[in-house]
């Protein structure tokens, strides 16, 4: 088991910046692969952003590629999310997620999840 508690989301301009954090506890941080996926109102869940057990491979969806940059940190069993240049259609729930497979990008193949941050951009 690991359970995992994200932090970080909040209201920002169009343009703006948030930086997202997904702290984990339970079983050993850096035998997961890390994700981050995104829930906007009425849509599915959609993978967002991955990164593998050492960090050392990342994977982004294309909306965000480039704005968006996962980063974890196995010393401290945090994951982080950094978001620049946000959109309005960036706003959604954020969801921290863990997982053993790299990267796992369909929501109902993920092993572990965090209980979600709201992330609001205006325009």
């Known amino acids: 088991q690991v359970q995992l508690v994200e932090s970080g989301g909040g209201l920002v301009q169009a343009g703006g910046s948030l930086r997202l954090s997904c702290a984990a506890s339970?079983?050993?941080?850096?035998?997961?692969?890390m994700h981050w996926f995104r829930q906007a109102p009425g849509k599915e869940r959609e993978f967002v952003a991955a990164?593998?057990?050492?960090?050392?491979?990342?994977f982004y969806i294309d909306p965000v590629q480039g704005r968006f940059t996962i980063s974890r940190d196995n010393a401290k069993n945090t994951m982080y999310l950094q978001m620049d240049t946000l959109r309005p259609e960036d706003t959604a729930v954020y969801y921290c997620?863990?997982?053993?497979?790299?990267?796992?990008?369909?929501?109902?193949?993920?092993?572990?999840w965090g209980q979600g941050t709201q992330v609001t951009v205006s325009s």
């Open positions: 997620a863990a997982d053993a497979g790299f990267p796992t990008t369909h929501w109902t193949h993920i092993d572990y």
């Open positions: 339970g079983r050993t941080f850096s035998s997961y692969a």
């Open positions: 990164i593998s057990w050492s960090g050392g491979r990342t």
